[in-house]
């Protein structure tokens, strides 16, 4: 499948990350590294390096060969890294997850919203999903507010590492 990119929203540009990112995405993900490390499952402290950054981008430079997709968000008029998504592909034919952070300098305006749902457009309307998930812990706050978007609540479950429960909504083609 050939990814159509970018994906232009009212405010972000969203694209494949590449090695000229990483300075501005390390930059992000080392001032929300608290937060981050309380609500994203991946944020151990190995993933915390400017080399763990750029491993994952690596990762996805072949971005065309590859099932899935992950996207940087960049503000469309200053070019500021925003906001970090990803379509997954499961183990399920056609169903993905995404997740996202925001840069904190931008937390709180709706970036994460609108990246999500281009995200989810895209995968709908381009990868021809059936359904995306997305995964979050209940007490994380700004997450819910992507609830704005649609979707339904699918499971909730109890992590036994915390005592946080781990939340999942869905969102199927129609």
Not at 98 to 126: C, D, L, S
Not at 141 to 159: C, D, N, Y
Request: proline share 5%.
């Amino acid at each position: 499948m050939r990814h159509l990119m970018p994906i232009v929203t009212p405010r972000l540009v969203l694209r494949p990350p590449t090695l000229g990112d990483l300075d501005s995405i390390q930059t992000a993900k080392e001032d929300a590294w608290p937060d981050l490390q309380r609500w994203m499952a991946w944020a151990f402290d190995n993933e915390r390096s400017r080399q763990a950054m750029e491993n994952s981008i690596r990762r996805t430079m072949d971005y065309q060969s590859q099932a899935g997709i992950a996207l940087a968000g960049f503000h469309r008029i200053n070019g500021d890294f925003v906001v970090r998504t990803a379509l997954d592909l499961t183990d399920e034919p056609d169903v993905y997850e995404t997740g996202y952070w925001v840069a904190p300098k931008y937390a709180g305006q709706g970036m994460a919203t609108e990246a999500a749902n281009a995200a989810i457009r895209y995968a709908f309307g381009h990868l021809g999903a059936k359904a995306i998930s997305i995964g979050y812990f209940d007490g994380n706050k700004a997450t819910h507010g992507v609830e704005a978007i649609g979707g339904r609540f699918s499971s909730m479950q109890l992590l036994p590492w915390t005592s946080e429960c781990a939340v999942t909504q869905e969102w199927t083609a129609s």
